[in-house]
């Protein structure tokens, strides 16, 4: 799956969610509620992009945006 296939809309919703879920599982607090609900809505904004009507295998598609996304955070970090 070449990087370029995948929206960057796409890419920065599962850079988000990944962002997301690392902070809820790091989070110490007690009041982890809006990590989860913004967890819950951007896995509906994965699920269901348009983008995944195109591709003809999707969970391969998944597994290379999973991919990318954690690579660029790599990146981003650095």
Do not use: I
């Amino acid at each position: 799956m070449d990087a370029t296939d995948f929206p960057d809309d796409l890419v920065q919703v599962q850079y988000a969610w990944n962002a997301t879920y690392d902070a809820l599982a790091a989070s110490r607090s007690r009041d982890t509620t809006a990590l989860r609900r913004r967890l819950l809505r951007l896995s509906v904004r994965l699920w269901w992009h348009p983008y995944w009507k195109t591709v003809p295998s999707v969970p391969a598609a998944r597994t290379g945006l999973r991919q990318l996304a954690r690579t660029r955070g790599a990146v981003r970090a650095a």
